[in-house]
């Protein structure tokens, strides 16, 4: 084992070229933002969990079925555009609303060291999902946000190794975490912007 941002897939190592977002990287990297919410450890949370299990399932599932149709997100999304039901492409879509909104919730706390993960995921999820939620989602959200651990035990846990070793230093998780967030980052506006332009988020 080792400290948590060392064990999974890092958004850093997902190869992103002029053909697009490598599809089997990008969703081995979107598991390991499920995983973070264990570390969060509330209950509440088991419903984003699995809102991004299901999408990346849904992705997955594109992806085995048309392999060489679907090497990147985009490919997949443009392949996928002529069929009835764009099962792919509307989950693909929604998970990537998850990450962004995991991705600026942790970017607000590492702007802002002495904001509470709880401030920081409400902010995020007002300028993310919540426009797209209706009355019960939401509900559900306003409970999980309020059930967010102190920052510090946050970061004392994504830090640790849980199988006793060393953990790492604050100073090597603030550099591994912005790194692993600023290539999340860089991929969900990649992508949105694709979503956009190519009106494929049209029909959801």
Same mark, same amino acid.
């Given at each position: 084992? #080792?400290?948590?941002?060392?064990?999974?897939? %890092?958004? =850093?190592? /997902?190869?992103?070229?002029?053909?697009?977002?490598?599809? /089997?990287?990008?969703?081995?990297? $979107?598991?390991?933002?499920?995983?973070?919410?264990?570390?969060?450890?509330?209950?509440?949370?088991?419903?984003?969990?699995?809102?991004?299990?299901?999408?990346?399932?849904? /992705?997955?599932?594109?992806?085995? &079925?048309?392999?060489?149709?679907?090497?990147?997100?985009?490919?997949? /999304?443009?392949?996928?555009?002529?069929?009835?039901?764009?099962?792919?492409?509307?989950? @693909?879509?929604?998970? @990537?609303?998850?990450?962004?909104?995991?991705?600026?919730?942790?970017?607000?706390?590492? &702007?802002?060291?002495?904001?509470?993960? &709880?401030?920081?995921?409400?902010?995020?999820?007002?300028?993310?999902?919540?426009?797209?939620?209706?009355? =019960? =989602?939401?509900?559900?959200? %306003?409970? #999980? !946000?309020?059930?967010?651990?102190?920052? $510090?035990?946050?970061? $004392?846990?994504?830090?640790?190794?849980? #199988?006793?070793?060393? %953990?790492?230093?604050?100073?090597?998780?603030?550099?591994?975490?912005? %790194?692993? @967030?600023?290539?999340?980052?860089?991929? =969900?506006?990649? !992508?949105?912007?694709?979503?956009?332009?190519?009106?494929?988020?049209?029909?959801?």
């Amino acid at each position: 084992m #080792a400290p948590y941002l060392e064990s999974v897939k %890092s958004f =850093v190592d /997902v190869p992103v070229t002029d053909a697009g977002v490598d599809t /089997v990287a990008f969703l081995e990297a $979107a598991e390991g933002v499920v995983g973070l919410f264990d570390i969060l450890g509330s209950a509440a949370f088991t419903v984003v969990q699995a809102d991004l299990r299901g999408n990346i399932a849904k /992705v997955r599932v594109r992806y085995e &079925a048309t392999p060489t149709q679907s090497s990147t997100l985009e490919l997949l /999304v443009i392949n996928e555009k002529g069929e009835k039901k764009r099962t792919a492409t509307e989950g @693909l879509m929604w998970l @990537l609303r998850g990450l962004a909104f995991t991705c600026k919730a942790l970017q607000a706390t590492q &702007a802002n060291q002495t904001e509470e993960l &709880a401030a920081a995921f409400s902010k995020s999820y007002e300028q993310t999902l919540k426009q797209f939620h209706n009355f =019960v =989602v939401k509900g559900i959200f %306003s409970v #999980a !946000m309020k059930a967010c651990p102190y920052r $510090a035990d946050f970061y $004392a846990k994504l830090a640790s190794d849980p #199988a006793g070793g060393p %953990s790492v230093t604050a100073d090597k998780l603030n550099e591994e975490l912005n %790194s692993w @967030l600023t290539a999340l980052a860089a991929i =969900v506006t990649r !992508m949105e912007t694709f979503y956009e332009q190519g009106g494929h988020n049209k029909g959801f």
